[in-house]
Each structure stands twice: as structure tokens, then as C-alpha cells.
């Protein structure tokens, strides 16, 4: 019996999607999902490849991940939502992982997420990974990238994900937080490293820490999207 919905939000991954459900089907057995693609507008094959190995594929009426996972939340049928990127890998034992520490642990997290690593073996990538995974471990709100981890129930108690164009964890996770903790377990969600490198690393991991700062400031996610 499926107990778990994984909604990805997608834009132009055909490079991405077919491998990205193919390992998640591949140990079914053991946990079954309803794997949910809300596409946000591609331009290549990205809804066609979908179309033949998700439950669901979903044409959101407009772009931004927000608004596409909240569509794919209202759409899900199972208990539990996990929130993946179309380029992220859930850790070999994550079906185990949920089973033990989530759907039968007798005091579930509010939430949770998998620690981040990225598919390089670059220093500089690594040490990326490392203040990510120290900053969400010290501040309890993962990055999308990490998948958040919600049951159906908390999700929509807290309202969703709001409809903003950046910084969506930031909103709705700490809504999560007052109906309890937020579990990060330590293994880790690998994604790609391949959006750092076209907009160059360095430039990349510094404006991102730019725009949280600005966040925390009160600089609203409408005037952050537009620098970003």
C-alpha cells in the first residue's frame, strides 16, 4: 500500500527526469510511492518523458517551485509528502530512513529533511555542503534541495508553501516548527553541482548567502527574485 507522495517541480530537465523516477521506482517493494511531476513551463521533452513513468504529471498555470510543489501537495493522495528536485538523489536507505524515523516512530518530526552533498568531489563543493548542512542543522530550515520531509496534515495545518518567487523555506518551515521538531538526518540528498558551475561557483554561493541576509533584513522574496 503506498504511504508516500513525491512531488517534483520541474522545469526543462529532460536530461534529468526519466533517471530521477527510474531510482525511485526501483525499490518500490519495500515503500511504494506516488511520484507527482509539476511541470512550471518546459520547453523541451520534459512533460512528454514524465508522461510515461510518473502517477502524475501536473501543468502548473504558472512558473515558480513554490507555487508548483503547493499545486502538487493539493494533488497528492498519500500521508506523507516529500518535496525532491528533479537533479537530487534521496540517499540509498531512504525508504528505511522514513519507515523507522518518520511513518512508524511513535513521535514523528513536525518535518524533516536529508543532509545536503553535491555529486563533486571539489574542496570547494564539499566545504559548500559542509555551511549548508551546519546552517540547517543550527536554524532547522533545510533548502529545498535537501527534501523536506511533511505529512500531509502538517502541510496544509501550516498553510503550504507560500506563493513567492524565492525563499519559500524560509516562510514555511518555521510555521512547521510550532507543531514540533524538525529532524535533519545525516545522510545526505546529493544534487547537482551543475547550476553553481554555470553561474560560477564562487559568485553563486555568495549571492545566495547575500539574498538570506537580505531575507532576515526584511527585503521581500518579490525584490529578491528580481536581483536574483
Not at 537533479?87 to 531512504?94: A, E, G, I
Request: charged share 25%; with cysteine; glycine share 4%.
Amino acid at each position: 500500500m503506498r504511504k508516500v507522495s513525491i512531488i517534483m517541480p520541474v522545469k526543462n530537465e529532460e536530461n534529468f527526469i526519466l533517471s530521477s523516477i527510474k531510482r525511485l521506482r526501483d525499490n518500490e517493494p519495500l515503500l511504494p510511492a506516488e511520484i507527482i511531476v509539476v511541470d512550471g513551463g518546459s520547453q523541451d521533452r520534459t512533460v512528454e518523458l514524465a508522461q510515461k513513468s510518473a502517477d502524475q504529471v501536473i501543468l502548473s498555470s504558472k512558473g515558480g517551485r513554490s507555487f508548483q510543489m503547493h499545486l502538487g501537495a493539493q494533488q497528492a493522495k498519500e500521508d506523507v509528502l516529500i518535496f525532491l528536485h528533479a537533479d537530487s538523489k534521496l540517499p540509498p536507505n531512504w525508504q528505511n530512513i522514513l519507515i523507522r524515523f518518520f511513518i512508524e516512530n511513535h513521535h514523528p518530526p513536525a518535518a524533516a529533511a536529508f543532509s545536503l552533498a553535491f555529486d563533486s568531489d571539489r574542496l570547494f563543493f564539499q566545504t559548500i555542503a559542509a555551511m549548508a548542512n551546519w546552517r540547517s542543522k543550527f536554524t532547522k530550515i533545510p533548502h529545498g534541495d535537501q527534501a523536506l520531509i511533511v505529512s500531509k496534515d502538517n502541510y496544509f495545518r501550516c498553510g503550504g508553501f507560500p506563493d513567492v518567487p524565492l525563499m519559500e523555506e524560509y516562510i514555511f518551515v518555521p510555521r512547521l516548527r510550532r507543531l514540533g521538531r524538525i529532524d535533519i538526518y545525516p545522510e545526505t540528498v546529493t544534487t547537482s553541482a551543475r547550476k553553481y558551475i554555470a553561474k560560477g561557483p564562487l559568485k553563486n554561493a555568495l549571492k545566495n548567502s547575500l539574498l538570506i541576509f537580505l531575507f532576515f533584513m526584511g527585503v521581500s522574496p518579490k525584490q529578491l527574485a528580481k536581483w536574483y
